[in-house]
């Protein structure tokens, strides 16, 4: 089974940087997503990570390290339309169309 | 937009009842998702249709069943509805097998009365 990890809430100010962090123990690993979701709308993909490294996009970056089953969101430069809920999800390694979701960080931007 | 469409974007139901959720996935797009989320229960992934056959299964109850038919829109059948079916309903398609490329409609919100 997979079981996932990420802090509840998270409060920052805006133009700071914040790092949202997710841990996880699988019996599987093929690969990590990031979504950002605002509340009541649909998840939209921020990044993947299937090797262990940084990727950056723009403001967002995101680490994976697959031998200590961490990741981490890196989100700079913050801003109010950042405030939305951060959902890490594994990919199961059998099947490429399944991914267990971590329960969400709520990330607040403060002026 | 997504591209991917849902509906309707809100159902209000009695407990006992079935309702139907539609699904038209992103031109193009042979794989479609079902996810759930509730309050209590985060995200969760319920089954994958490629290409009109059953491709991954997840956490989905016996009182659920999908399908995916020729014109690659797909639908959710949710019957003998409890007050614990209320949550908002994602599908997702993506071209390949792979979710890596899948992106998510809006959902429909369901209200089990």
């Known amino acids: 089974g997979q079981n996932i990890d990420q802090p509840t809430e998270m409060t920052a100010t805006e133009g700071a940087i914040v790092q949202i962090n997710c841990t996880y123990q699988?019996?599987?690993?093929?690969?990590l997503f990031w979504y950002q979701q605002h509340a009541g709308e649909a998840p939209t993909f921020l990044s993947y990570?299937?090797?262990?490294g940084l990727e950056e996009k723009g403001r967002f970056s995101s680490f994976l390290s697959r031998s200590k089953g961490y990741s981490y969101l890196l989100l700079k430069e913050l801003q109010m339309k950042d405030s939305a809920s951060y959902l890490c999800a594994v990919r199961d390694e059998g099947n490429a169309g399944k991914s267990t979701f971590g329960d969400g960080t709520t990330l607040t931007v403060k002026p | 937009d997504s591209g991917v469409t849902q509906t309707p974007k809100h159902l209000i139901t009695a407990t006992g009842q079935r309702v139907t959720l539609r699904c038209s996935p992103r031109?193009?797009?042979?794989?479609v998702y079902w996810y759930q989320q509730s309050l209590d229960q985060g995200l969760q992934f319920l089954i994958q249709y490629y290409n009109g056959e059953e491709r991954a299964k997840g956490n989905i109850l016996e009182r659920f069943s999908a399908q995916q038919f020729p014109d690659l829109h797909s639908e959710l059948n949710l019957s003998s509805l409890e007050l614990g079916d209320s949550a908002l309903y994602f599908c997702?398609?993506?071209?390949?097998?792979?979710?890596?490329?899948?992106?998510f409609g809006q959902g429909t919100r369901l209200t089990v009365v």
């Open positions: 997702a398609s993506s071209p390949r097998r792979s979710n890596t490329e899948a992106f």
């Open positions: 699988t019996s599987g690993f093929n690969g």
């Open positions: 031109s193009g797009d042979l794989s």
């Open positions: 990570n299937v090797l262990d």
